[in-house]
């Protein structure tokens, strides 16, 4: 079936401006997480959505940086007022459950690539 | 929270030998270790995993082993090939967390 899609593939911007990046998990798939990969560096967590559950926001870096789930399906992570730090690849990944502790597989998508000038 | 640390952060190996890349966690309580190889410009992809009710685990060149008592976890690759070349990305799962705590990752670069 189809993997974990996100669009766009990259996305340049000027500083100041708001970005919006999207995540299509896979079908079926409960959990919908958000990470930012800077340059040549590890995978930071964002942000977990699990169903109707409220989200968990910890990993968020400011209150710049916001997400959306909409039931189930396509996320949106919304970054305000763009910075030249904001540049990164931005990585959602889905999972069929993502319960507590779970060990659920997390299957990526391509990931953002954003640029702020 | 979780904290992971691996290392090393860079490894060069000839074609043919093997490649062992460690991380360290912190939670008692995680019990999942995936492993995820990331090539250039490419999502992480899961090559293999490990729960904590098991030691070790094999599949073809590669292998994971775990150490509960001293919460350290291995990946262990065999007859590396020039293809093995790429980051590397391990990752542990806490039961008071819900993502993944990814280490800081292991550039591998097989020399053919």
């Known amino acids: 079936g189809a993997g974990v899609s996100q669009s766009p593939s990259n996305k340049v911007t000027e500083k100041g401006k708001d970005v919006e990046l999207r995540c299509d998990p896979i079908?079926?798939?409960?959990?919908l997480y958000w990470y930012r990969q800077r340059l040549g560096q590890g995978l930071e967590f964002l942000i977990y959505f699990q169903g109707n559950s409220a989200p968990d926001k910890s990993g968020l870096p400011s209150d710049r940086f916001s997400a959306e789930r909409t039931g189930e399906s396509v996320s949106t992570l919304t970054i305000q007022r763009t910075q030249q730090e904001d540049s990164a690849v931005y990585l959602c990944?889905?999972?069929?459950?993502?319960?507590?502790?779970?060990?659920?597989?997390?299957?990526f998508g391509p990931g953002t690539r954003l640029t702020v000038l | 929270g979780e904290n992971v640390e691996q290392h090393p952060s860079t490894l060069s190996v000839q074609e043919g030998d093997s490649a062992v890349i460690k991380c360290t966690y912190s939670d008692s309580a995680s019990n999942y270790f995936p492993w995820y190889k990331q090539e250039l410009g490419k999502r992480p992809q899961l090559i293999i995993d490990i729960r904590s009710n098991v030691g070790e685990k094999k599949d073809q060149r590669i292998a994971v082993t775990l150490n509960k008592t001293a919460k350290h976890f291995s990946l262990h690759i065999t007859e590396t090939q020039p293809e093995d070349s790429a980051v590397y990305f391990c990752a542990a799962i806490g039961t008071g967390r819900r993502a993944l705590t990814f280490g800081s990752g292991t550039r591998l670069q097989v020399q053919p």
């Open positions: 990944a889905s999972s069929l459950r993502g319960q507590r502790g779970a060990t659920d597989t997390q299957y």
């Open positions: 079908s079926g798939h409960t959990a």
